[in-house]
């Protein structure tokens, strides 16, 4: 499901403590912009914020898909994070969510781009697959899950 240039070690956080939407954007953005200087953190937070202002990216049992169009690249940036403390987000179950996977795509999204979200979405849409991603133990744990795609 997911390829190494698009998610890696790096880009996975476990534990994390946030107590916001805007909060969990804002670390999106800094996180993927630090990753990849070519990105504006400002940028990628005003795309997802435009994109949540839409409709919330909630995917249901407690997992969000925040993701945006960014120009100035061609490539695809992705960032999972597991939450310590689940967020209320206005999930259509009501669920809070504690699992983000949040992606930047380029600013003229392609059909596989859509496709790549499409596949993102069912994959998180597994609830054992989820379960898993839950009692993994560390980073390396979630690097596992998340690079296997018969997990």
Same mark, same amino acid.
């Given at each position: 499901?997911?390829?190494?240039?698009?998610?890696?070690?790096?880009?996975?956080? &476990? =534990? !994390?403590?946030?107590?916001?939407?805007?909060r969990l954007l804002e670390?999106?953005?800094?996180? #993927?912009?630090?990753?990849? @200087?070519?990105?504006?953190?400002?940028?990628?937070? $005003?795309? #997802? /914020?435009?994109?949540?202002?839409?409709?919330?990216?909630?995917?249901?049992? %407690? !997992?969000?898909?925040?993701?945006?169009?960014?120009?100035? @690249? +061609?490539?695809?940036?992705a960032i999972f994070l597991? #939450?310590v403390k689940p967020l209320? #987000?206005?999930?259509?179950?009501? $669920?809070?969510?504690?699992?983000?996977?949040?992606?930047? !795509?380029?600013? $003229? /999204? @392609?059909?596989?781009? @859509?496709?790549?979200?499409?596949?993102? &979405?069912?994959?998180?849409?597994?609830? %054992?697959?989820?379960?898993?991603?839950? +009692?993994?133990?560390?980073? =390396?744990?979630?690097? $596992?899950?998340?690079?296997?795609?018969?997990?």
């Amino acid at each position: 499901m997911l390829d190494s240039d698009l998610l890696s070690p790096p880009r996975i956080l &476990a =534990n !994390v403590s946030i107590n916001s939407k805007k909060r969990l954007l804002e670390l999106i953005s800094l996180t #993927l912009a630090k990753k990849n @200087t070519e990105l504006n953190s400002r940028e990628i937070f $005003q795309s #997802l /914020c435009a994109r949540e202002h839409l409709g919330n990216t909630t995917l249901g049992n %407690g !997992v969000a898909m925040p993701h945006g169009r960014i120009h100035g @690249t +061609e490539d695809v940036e992705a960032i999972f994070l597991r #939450l310590v403390k689940p967020l209320e #987000l206005d999930a259509d179950d009501g $669920q809070p969510v504690d699992l983000v996977f949040a992606l930047v !795509v380029p600013e $003229q /999204c @392609t059909d596989d781009h @859509t496709k790549l979200l499409e596949s993102i &979405a069912e994959r998180f849409g597994d609830a %054992g697959f989820v379960s898993q991603l839950r +009692e993994a133990e560390d980073n =390396n744990e979630l690097w $596992q899950l998340l690079a296997n795609p018969n997990t």
